[in-house]
């Protein structure tokens, strides 16, 4: 006799059960991609985005990673604005440092910047950089077009000062002198005026004379200076420029000595400026005997040598120079 097997009907409760349990497996390896494709692809995204904002402020790329330039710093201005001297530089955080030029940043100061007498660019880290400048000594101002005109060593324009008062505060005034209008680093005076002002700088620096604070220029055969807001010293013309700044020299300490430290009044040394040496006389007139603006009288040096009070004295000494 034949068995005939009938197959047994599939557990419906089993396969239910399985299903499910190979779903949450399925799922829970979902999640675990998903978490760490985030923790994978959200700094990226994060610095992407950053990437972007630096590119919409800066106006260029920002270069990846550790090649970004950080910081730059700029050290040894007292005049001219960092962020000036940077913009001039043409650097810029976020740029890529392995593209950069030190010394065509250098280049880029100096000649964008003429109040800059020199510049180092340095980095003390790769994506750190220190610009060290050193700034011009402004010598004196003059007037020019509704402002002061600084002058540098050099007598170009290294800078430009607001107009306040009638004269430049602490800096020494040249009044009178003929411009040239040109840009900053350019020569800022005529050709004679600067030269005139040049030679006169280097006496009064030559013999340490100090206290200067006026140099009128207005006229080139009747120049003058102001020391020390006391005294005008007549010159003349430029003939002897160096002779009457020793005669100066030696005879200021002479005229303090005789009418006080505080003395006021006109110093005349021009009697210096022609070949005729026996002209040569130094004629201290003191304020309250001044008639005629800045050129004392005859008159009142005739009666200042009767008098013996200490003109005479001073012109006799100064003869010997």
């Known amino acids: 006799m034949s068995v005939t097997q009938i197959p047994r009907k599939p557990n419906k409760k089993m396969d239910v059960g399985v299903r499910r349990l190979l779903t949450s497996v399925v799922l829970f390896i979902l999640i675990i991609v998903v978490v760490a494709l985030i923790v994978h692809f959200y700094p990226l995204a994060k610095a992407h985005r950053a990437e972007q904002q630096l590119q919409q402020q800066t106006g260029q790329s920002a270069a990846a990673g550790s090649t970004a330039i950080k910081e730059i710093r700029v050290e040894g201005n007292d005049h001219l604005p960092a962020d000036t001297i940077v913009a001039a530089s043409g650097l810029q955080v976020g740029q890529n440092f392995m593209t950069v030029s030190k010394t065509a940043a250098e280049s880029n100061i100096l000649s964008l910047c003429p109040y800059i007498k020199s510049v180092k660019v340095t980095t003390p880290t790769a994506d750190v950089f220190v610009i060290t400048v050193v700034e011009k000594t402004a010598v004196a101002a003059v007037y020019d077009s509704g402002r002061w005109v600084l002058l540098g060593e050099d007598l170009t324009a290294i800078g430009y000062r607001e107009m306040t008062s009638d004269v430049p ?59 020390n807001h006391q005294l005008r010293v007549e010159l003349g013309d430029d003939s002897n420029l160096a002779y009457e700044v020793r005669v100066f020299a030696s005879t200021l300490p002479k005229v303090l000595g005789d009418y006080g430290k505080h003395a006021k009044g006109i110093m005349d040394l021009s009697s210096y400026s022609d070949d005729n040496k026996e002209n040569n006389q130094v004629i201290f007139t003191p304020t309250d005997r001044i008639q005629d603006h800045f050129t004392p009288p005859t008159e009142s040096t005739e009666s200042t040598e009767s008098t013996g009070d200490g003109e005479e004295e001073t012109a006799d000494e100064t003869e010997e120079y």
């Open 169 to 227: 505060e602490r800096i020494l005034y040249v009044r009178g002198a003929d411009t040239t209008g040109n840009k900053l680093g350019e020569a800022a005076l005529e050709q004679r005026s600067a030269g005139i002002l040049e030679r006169l700088l280097h006496e009064l620096n030559s013999q340490q004379v100090t206290g200067i604070c006026e140099i009128d220029m207005t006229s080139l055969t009747h120049l003058s200076m102001v020391w």
